[in-house]
């Protein structure tokens, strides 16, 4: 494109214009809405946390499970934890995940993960072990609540049962008491698969949401110059 | 025919009778054989139960059968368990039997059957068993379930100490199953194709949620089981029951260990009482409340049940619940009347009943140990007044009570604290002085010991200090000491005084402590003895003082390095002559002085005697400066005066003398060789004598090397080797060299002495300057031969015509500061000449030949000629510039410049040369190059010299003088 000499004048115009109407645009107005950024950046810093958090809480719970769930190579089958929502997943498939369907299985994983960590607190025999286990419910209750905040701000309907109400079932009490420490001991194992899973989750999403400011671009119409 | 056919009814009716009872005997006789036996698993408790009936047996007839159970494991023919069981059976009743199986049953198919036999007394022998019944099979295995492995029994509850027999099930035919306990693999034993067994032996309890063991067969299967170890129920300990208001028994246990598990809630308790029949299961694990009847009932039989699922256990007591009375506390508990040694102490007691008494215990405490105890009867409230109380203490006063119709217990007690009032001291401080000179005037110097809290009675505010003069009986107020200072300063003249001190606190002054001082420090002689030790201290004692004084005193100080010290002192009666003072400060190596007074009647203290000592002696730190002294070749003296054996830690025995010798040499008389730690020999010399510090080697060979060392000894041991000092002892000839050489010395340094003092006079008479025509004795050869009327001139005679005034800066050295030009180079500036008479001056040939008298050679100030650089001032005051034609005149010209010079020109600055005219220039000044020397004057006669300050002289107008002025201007640049 050639430029004439009095198309300078012109071209002084438009950025003019252009900075005159810089504030309205609302990917640079920082008064307007943020967007999901910031609660997705707190729902992964909270996976984050809650991942420190389960990895005091769980040496603890399996110490209190006896050997061998304490044992570090220890890896019995699953047997009753079927039930448990699997985070493990092949990567392709995880990969082509669209954002509602990564945040549904979060959230679904979550209510059903935090139904059994309940059932969990109820069996425990010492006090401290029950206040780490109810801390760590609150916790993870904030995460699932935390989802869900990126779920609406995302413009997603939450999966059945709503949030808040109260999961109506819990591990059964046919199990022997063996199994029952195998379950308890994949639920801590599960639980651990999937804040790291989340935390990848969340990551993804938040560069997805988020893309970085020195990629913003303006169009300008150079047209009428 | 009747009769018989009579007799024949009743024989057949006998018969009949006999045929009814034979039935039924027999019917027992026969074997009765078990039928119908049922057997039934029951998997958590590990029991076979078995059931059959008899079929035979009449109708309500009971018989007492005894049968035989057997048991086969796997197979019939596999009998593990046989045992007979004795019951009564009736007809068509079911009979019961179990049996518990060690090996959990689901392993293994078990068999059992059962024979009987009648075991009544009232059948006739003999009897028979009966026939076995079938082998009624028991299989658990059919129940199991489609997996692979099972494992045995599975959440089993035992008790500490039990055995366990755990077995697993494989349905793998190839398996390869090992089984942990815990983490750690333990041994199996196969029964089986299929079936294992392991077994744990006195299991013990490790955590509440069981011991884990479990069975794996890698990538096949996995199945585990907890066992849940519990704790031995305990039997209930101190079980009691009681009641503080006989409308509740409160029942308490010590329960022991806790036997709750996930499997087992916590033991139960539950009371039983037998006289009512009542029973309550116990809320807690420790007590219960049992309400009490209302139908007066007095005895109670308790029964307490602990129970869990494995265990249970009873304990009872049996009392009267009047004599389990445990009353409430006391309350109200109240102070009144406090003073300072009395206070009145009130509480009220919780009633039982309109008749009851109580039994209250008072108890008073100080400093939490029980001063006082009383018991006091009370009914509902108590009263107790306690004396004997200290002023100004704290007290706390506990009341408990106890039923007193039968003692059970105290209650709980409640206390109270309160404190007495302050009273006035009741002691008087126990007060010393120490009297001394302050700048020459004598100074008493108080001090006092705090009073111990029993004296005090109360915080001591102030101490009071009033000083009495005997001799003028009007008292004047002392001073006011505020507490807690001990000690005052009161400034004294030459008299007594009477001081009194008093102690006061908030209530009054305590009684008087009095003492009387006089001005005079009272520092007399009194020879000092050593004090004894014993175990306790210093045991210091005295010879008792005529005269019954009121008392004694021992001083001393604690600590006797701190100037001034805190004196110490011990107070003792009119008869003691001893005691024996301790101390905590007292430390080994320190020196301790007492000194023993005598107090009397006046209040007066004397000194009486001194003592000295060490709680333990040390030998001595350091070694005496040993100053070695009259040197010679065979003997040298070492003194050491200013050791001072007063300040060691110690007493000083004496001294050693250690000297070193050499090998194989003999030590010198009085000396023993001695070895020391280091393997060297020493010579050693004793001196027993502390206060010789003065000891003469002798003996010693001439120029040769020793080498000494001193050390003090004490009681404790003597000094450091330290270094040795060495010492050469001097030539044999020495001495006398020694007598020869400083005569010598002496006499060259007195020669030369007198030759510089007569110095001139050596001059004048072996090298004079200028021969003095009058004494030549050329004058004399001259005289007798040539001409007899030849003498030598007068000055009277003279017209001096002239005055050679020279300028001659020496060459001074001196170099001014920021001078452009050395004044060196003055020295080769001409001789100035100043023509005194203007004939003379204008002539230019020789004038007549003046001679005068040198006059001015003898002058001071030809003697103090310095040649100090000076520059001729080339303007000269007109008024000087005239004629000097007389002598007169000259001289007061002279005089007046002279005057005037020393005025203007700053001292040592001037020059006067005095250059006689039979001189030539040249050798007045021989470094002064005669630029442009002077006409040579042609006169043998002497001229007169005269001292002229340079300033006077005005420059001739000839070539010289402008030379000089040259030299004089550059020479005035250096002090621009």
């Known amino acids: ?225 | 025919m009747a009769l018989s056919t009579i007799f024949l009814t009743v024989f057949l009716l006998a018969l009949l009778s006999l045929r009814t009872y034979q039935s039924e005997v027999l019917s027992e006789t026969l074997p009765l054989t078990p039928e119908s036996l049922n057997v039934s698993i029951n998997s958590a408790h590990q029991r076979l139960h078995l059931q059959w009936t008899i079929h035979n047996l009449a109708y309500h007839q009971e018989l007492k059968m005894v049968f035989q159970i057997q048991i086969s494991r796997f197979k019939t023919s596999n009998v593990i368990w046989k045992e007979s069981y004795s019951t009564t059976v009736k007809q068509n009743q079911g009979l019961h039997w179990s049996w518990e199986s060690k090996l959990p049953l689901e392993c293994a198919t078990h068999f059992v059957r059962v024979r009987g036999k009648v075991d009544d007394a009232r059948i006739p022998e003999p009897k028979f068993w009966s026939n076995w019944s079938r082998w009624e099979e028991a299989d658990a295995q059919n129940s199991l379930g489609p997996d692979l492995l099972f494992l045995f029994p599975e959440d089993k509850l035992v008790e500490e100490g039990s055995d366990v027999t755990f077995c697993y099930v494989s349905r793998n035919h190839q398996h390869n199953i090992s089984c942990y306990l815990e983490a750690a693999q333990i041994h199996i034993d196969q029964l089986d194709p299929r079936v294992s067994t392991f077994k744990l032996k006195n299991v013990s309890f490790i955590r509440r949620t069981g011991t884990n063991i479990f069975c794996e067969d890698p990538g096949v299967a996995m199945k585990g089981t907890v066992l849940f170890v519990s704790k031995i129920l305990e039997e209930p300990k101190d079980f009691f029951c009681e009641t503080q208001d006989f409308k509740n028994l409160n029942c308490a246990w010590d329960p022991g260990s806790d036997t709750t598990l996930p499997k087992q809630p916590s033991q139960s308790y539950t009371l039983f009482e037998s006289f009512s029949g009542k029973k309550m299961l116990c809320e807690h694990r420790n007590f219960c409340n049992w309400q009490v009847a209302q139908d007066s009932q007095e005895m109670y039989n308790f029964t307490l049940v602990a129970e869990n699922y494995l265990r249970k256990r009873r304990v009872s007591i049996l009392f009267n619940v009047t004599h389990r009375v445990h009353p409430m506390s006391p309350y109200n508990l109240f102070f009144e009347n406090i003073s300072a040694t009395n206070a009145t102490v009130t509480w009220k007691v919780h009633a039982i009943g309109n008749y009851s008494t109580f039994l209250c215990q008072l108890e008073l405490l100080g400093e939490g140990k029980v001063i006082q105890q009383q018991n006091v009867s009370v009914k509902v409230s108590g009263e107790y007044l306690l004396d004997d109380l200290e002023p100004d203490t704290r007290y706390t006063a506990r009341v408990r009570c106890a039923y007193a119709n039968h003692f059970w217990k105290w209650s709980e007690p409640i206390s109270q604290k309160f404190s007495t009032s302050e009273a006035a001291p009741s002691e008087a401080p126990d007060v010393w002085r120490n009297v001394r000179l302050v700048s020459g005037r004598p100074t008493v110097t108080l001090f006092w010991k705090p009073l111990s809290k029993s004296q005090a009675n109360g915080k001591i505010l102030f101490y009071k200090v009033i000083v009495e003069n005997p001799d003028k009986p009007s008292k004047f107020e002392g001073l006011s000491i505020p507490a807690p200072a001990n000690s005052t300063e009161l400034p004294l003249n030459g008299s007594s005084y009477q001081i009194h001190v008093t102690a006061h606190n908030s209530v009054g002054p305590s009684p008087a402590s009095v003492i009387t001082v006089s001005g005079d420090p009272g520092n007399r002689e009194v020879e000092e003895e050593r004090v004894n030790i014993t175990e306790d201290g210093f045991s210091v004692s005295w010879k008792p003082q005529a005269g019954a004084p009121a008392g004694y005193v021992v001083e001393w100080c604690d600590r006797p390095q701190d100037l001034p010290c805190d004196p110490q002192w011990k107070n003792l009666g009119p008869n003691a002559t001893s005691t024996v003072i301790d101390s905590g400060a007292f430390r080994p190596g320190v020196r301790y002085n007492f000194r023993i007074y005598g107090i009397s009647t006046e209040r007066m203290a004397h000194l009486l005697e001194r003592k000295t000592g060490y709680i333990e002696e040390l030998a001595p730190s350091d070694n005496p400066r040993v100053v070695t002294s009259h040197l010679t070749s065979h003997s040298f003296t070492l003194t050491w005066k200013d050791y001072s054996t007063e300040s060691q830690p110690g007493f000083i025995q004496g001294y050693y003398l250690y000297l070193k010798s050499k090998v194989g040499e003999q030590c010198l008389p009085g000396f023993e060789k001695t070895g020391l730690t280091d393997d060297s020999v020493y010579c050693k010399h004793r001196i027993d004598n502390p206060e010789q510090k003065t000891f003469v080697m002798e003996n010693l060979q001439p120029e040769s090397v020793y080498e000494f060392l001193i050390t003090p000894y004490t009681s404790a041991g003597e000094g450091p080797l330290g270094a040795f000092t060495k010492v050469t002892t001097s030539s044999e000839y020495s001495h006398a060299l020694v007598l020869i050489l400083l005569p010598m010395i002496f006499f060259i340094l007195l020669f030369t002495i007198v030759c510089y003092l007569k110095s001139q006079w050596l001059k004048e008479k072996c090298y004079p300057d200028i021969p003095d025509p009058c004494k030549s004795s050329v004058l004399s050869l001259i005289k007798s031969k040539e001409n007899p009327h030849l003498t030598i001139m007068n000055v009277n005679d003279c017209v001096p015509d002239a005055i050679e005034v020279i300028n001659k800066p020496e060459g001074s050295k001196i170099q001014f500061v920021g001078a452009s030009k050395s004044l060196t180079e003055a020295e080769f500036t001409k001789p100035t000449y100043l023509y005194l008479l203007p004939t003379v001056k204008n002539s230019p040939g020789p004038g007549p030949c003046i001679c005068f008298e040198n006059f001015t050679y003898n002058q001071a100030a030809s003697g103090s000629g310095s040649c100090d650089p000076f520059p001729i001032t080339p303007q000269v005051p007109p008024g000087q510039r005239g004629p000097l034609t007389s002598r007169g005149n000259l001289l007061k010209a002279l005089e007046k410049n002279y005057m005037n010079s020393l005025g203007e020109i700053p001292s040592g600055e001037a020059s006067l040369n005095y250059v006689s005219q039979l001189v030539s220039p040249m050798s007045g000044d021989k470094d002064n190059l005669p630029t442009n020397p002077p006409e040579p004057i042609l006169c043998s006669e002497y001229k007169m010299q005269m001292a002229l300050p340079l300033g006077l002289a005005s420059p001739p107008p000839s070539e010289n003088s402008r030379l000089s002025s040259t030299a004089l201007l550059d020479q005035g640049e250096h002090y621009r």
């Open chain 1, 1 to 225: 494109m050639d430029l004439r000499a009095g198309d300078s004048w012109g071209l002084l115009a438009c950025l003019c214009t252009v900075l005159w109407h810089l504030p309205a645009v609302p990917a640079l107005n920082r008064t307007g809405d943020p967007g999901p950024g910031p609660s997705i950046q707190k729902t992964y810093d909270l996976t984050r946390y809650l991942e420190h958090q389960l990895r005091s809480l769980a040496g603890t719970y399996l110490n209190y499970l006896g050997p061998p769930f304490n044992e570090p190579d220890f890896n019995p089958p699953r047997l009753g934890a079927e039930t448990l929502p699997r985070a493990t997943v092949n990567l392709d498939v995880w990969r082509s995940l669209n954002d509602k369907l990564r945040l549904t299985q979060n959230y679904e994983a979550y209510s059903h993960l935090l139904c059994y960590l309940r059932g969990l607190n109820r069996q425990a025999a010492t006090a401290e072990l029950r206040r780490s286990l109810a801390h760590f419910c609150t916790s993870l209750q904030g995460l699932l609540g935390s989802i869900a905040g990126v779920m609406a701000a995302l413009g997603y309907p939450l999966p059945h049962p709503l949030p808040g109400t109260e999961p109506t079932w819990a591990p059964g009490p046919a199990h022997s008491d063996f199994l029952q420490k195998m379950d308890d001991f994949w639920l801590l194992k599960e639980l651990q698969t999937w804040l790291w899973r989340s935390a990848k989750d969340f990551n993804r999403l938040k560069k997805k949401i988020q893309p970085p400011a020195a990629a913003v671009t303006l169009h300008l119409e150079a047209r009428g110059f």
